[in-house]
């Protein structure tokens, strides 16, 4: 791996190719990010070099091993060993005391995530984010994607419901009504990004509003009556 000195792209190091590991490695090579892959397994780090060069075969994680594959100057370290709890508590100790600028762990347990942060980690919990996400998908059915930005706040991807068409935005009150801030109008390829009071939602629009998960349930059974 190059000294950061001479890159302009973000460096990501990811450490462990297991299914998260191998689809965060793959994910951010087809989107032109500089990466380097460390795992024990030598099938898939063959598989790997088709995206990078800097892909290495590791049977320890000690941290002089870790100084041997550049991953020191990676921009972002991922730590993908989360069902391992020792090596991966001993990864990131080792990891944040080379100086990478962010490490970003994946913790199996709650228990195992406060011992990551304390030790300075970002911690992910991919199985729980997305039984989460899924979770208020199936809760609101009217919403095609949701991105929680915080404990409470949403933005959501929501197909209008037939009772609001022709309506306009004034009319609905959506903002008084159910809470929400109306970001764009998606309509077919037209985004309308500026939306104004004056706005008279159309059949096929998709709308993106910002505001609590709770405003949806109450847009669900406000649509259906």
């Given at each position: 791996?190059?000294?950061?000195a001479?890159?302009?792209?973000?460096?990501y190091?990811?450490?462990?190719l297991?299914?998260f590991?191998?689809?965060?490695?793959?994910?951010?090579?087809?989107?032109?990010?500089?990466?380097?892959?460390?795992?024990?397994?030598e099938?898939?780090?063959r598989?790997?070099?088709?995206?990078?060069e800097?892909?290495y075969?590791?049977?320890?994680?000690?941290?002089?091993?870790?100084t041997?594959t550049?991953i020191?100057?990676?921009?972002?370290?991922?730590?993908?060993?989360?069902e391992?709890?020792?090596?991966?508590?001993?990864?990131v100790?080792?990891l944040v005391?080379?100086?990478?600028?962010?490490v970003?762990?994946?913790?199996?347990?709650?228990?195992?995530?406060?011992?990551?942060?304390k030790?300075?980690?970002?911690?992910?919990?991919?199985?729980r984010?997305?039984?989460v996400?899924?979770?208020?998908?199936?809760?609101?059915?009217?919403?095609l994607?949701i991105?929680?930005?915080g404990?409470?706040?949403n933005?959501t991807?929501l197909?209008?419901?037939?009772?609001?068409?022709?309506?306009?935005?004034?009319?609905?009150?959506?903002?008084?009504r159910?809470g929400?801030?109306?970001i764009?109008?998606?309509n077919?390829?037209?985004?309308?990004e500026?939306?104004?009071?004056?706005?008279?939602?159309?059949q096929?629009?998709?709308?993106?509003?910002?505001?609590?998960?709770?405003?949806?349930?109450k847009l669900n059974?406000?649509?259906e009556?």
């Amino acid at each position: 791996m190059k000294q950061k000195a001479k890159r302009e792209k973000m460096s990501y190091g990811i450490v462990g190719l297991g299914r998260f590991g191998y689809a965060l490695a793959t994910e951010l090579a087809q989107s032109g990010a500089e990466i380097l892959v460390i795992d024990r397994d030598e099938e898939k780090i063959r598989e790997l070099r088709e995206y990078t060069e800097n892909a290495y075969v590791v049977k320890r994680l000690d941290k002089n091993v870790l100084t041997d594959t550049g991953i020191q100057n990676c921009d972002v370290a991922v730590v993908c060993v989360g069902e391992q709890m020792d090596t991966s508590i001993l990864t990131v100790l080792n990891l944040v005391s080379m100086g990478i600028p962010k490490v970003i762990a994946k913790a199996a347990s709650a228990e195992h995530g406060l011992i990551l942060e304390k030790l300075g980690a970002e911690v992910v919990f991919p199985e729980r984010d997305m039984a989460v996400r899924l979770a208020n998908r199936l809760e609101t059915s009217r919403a095609l994607d949701i991105v929680q930005l915080g404990e409470r706040i949403n933005v959501t991807k929501l197909k209008i419901p037939d009772r609001i068409v022709g309506k306009s935005v004034r009319e609905v009150n959506i903002r008084a009504r159910f809470g929400f801030n109306i970001i764009a109008v998606e309509n077919g390829s037209k985004v309308t990004e500026t939306v104004t009071p004056e706005y008279v939602f159309r059949q096929g629009d998709v709308v993106y509003l910002s505001g609590r998960k709770e405003g949806i349930m109450k847009l669900n059974t406000w649509a259906e009556k």
